[in-house]
């Protein structure tokens, strides 16, 4: 099991570019950034299991902080978590992610979700109650484009007709696409197009590993799926080795460290803290 870190990277956080050195050099697996284009003043639902913090307002866009953290590392894999694909082009996209994946030598991991944002997805030109079925032809799509020469597609929602564009990725056929959401909704639609999956707090209506974890392999065999074709990736790592463990003899491929959007001073020793965790976890 790998460790990786989270972050909403905003103009009074850590810099990405310091970031990531600080944790390529610690021994972690892999940065994961956050996206919000913006957030409504008046919305219908909330964060699940919260309320609004300052950096949901503030973050920056997840492509120009991952090419930042590209530039200056050459290990740590690069992963949005989670892209509100729903939220852009689908065409713009495919190219911004074959575009990351080959600026970082292929680290990229394609952390995407449908959010919960009624408001800030309907400003973007996405109807709410079809969000699901157009993430589902997004990355269709992408699919076709990453990986044909003259690529089309035609869904209910996305459609073009035969275009070449490139860049294609370095990973093949593409990078990992990683579904996050609540375990119940984000498992059927990793097994049906995705790679992994990131499922939300138990407080969101996951539950634990323990109980989703089985459910999870019985779900993929059910589908045809081999279940270790489906990384899982956990949110809210605590510096518990016993509990770090326990996840991993559960299957879990990566667990992460939730960062706060703060300045170097206060994120480092919390990076120093869990490089003595990781090297005695891998020991």
């Known amino acids: 099991m790998n460790i990786g870190a989270a972050i909403f990277f905003t103009d009074y956080s850590i810099t990405p570019t310091e970031l990531a050195i600080a944790l390529e050099e610690r021994g972690f697996d892999s940065l994961w950034v956050a996206e919000h284009s913006h957030i409504p003043v008046t919305r219908r639902f909330n964060v699940p299991g919260g309320e609004l913090t300052k950096q949901y307002y503030d973050v920056m866009d997840p492509f120009v902080t991952l090419s930042a953290a590209a530039a200056v590392t050459k290990r740590l894999k690069l992963g949005t978590g989670v892209c509100l694909v729903i939220q852009r082009d689908t065409i713009q996209t495919a190219k911004l992610v074959a575009s990351l994946d080959q600026v970082s030598n292929g680290r990229f991991l394609f952390g995407i979700g449908c959010g919960w944002n009624a408001e800030e997805m309907e400003d973007h030109g996405t109807v709410y109650e079809t969000r699901t079925l157009k993430m589902r032809e997004q990355i269709e799509a992408m699919k076709e484009i990453w990986t044909k020469s003259k690529p089309e597609y035609h869904g209910e929602i996305v459609n073009f007709p035969p275009m070449m564009t490139w860049p294609k990725p370095v990973q093949k056929p593409h990078p990992p696409i990683i579904v996050g959401g609540a375990f119940r909704f984000a498992a059927r639609r990793a097994i049906r197009y995705g790679d992994g999956l990131i499922p939300q707090a138990p407080s969101a209506g996951s539950?634990?590993?323990?109980?989703?974890?089985?459910?999870?392999?019985?779900?993929?065999e059910e589908a045809g799926r081999d279940p270790q074709t489906l990384s899982v990736t956990l949110g809210g790592a605590t510096e518990d080795p016993d509990l770090l463990k326990r996840n991993r003899d559960l299957g879990i491929a990566r667990m992460n460290v939730r960062l706060p959007p703060a300045k170097a001073d206060e994120i480092l020793p919390v990076l120093d803290r869990w490089a003595k965790l990781i090297r005695q976890f891998r020991a």
């Not at 539950?207 to 993929?220: C, T």
């Open 207 to 220: 539950g634990s590993p323990e109980e989703f974890m089985p459910r999870l392999h019985q779900m993929a």
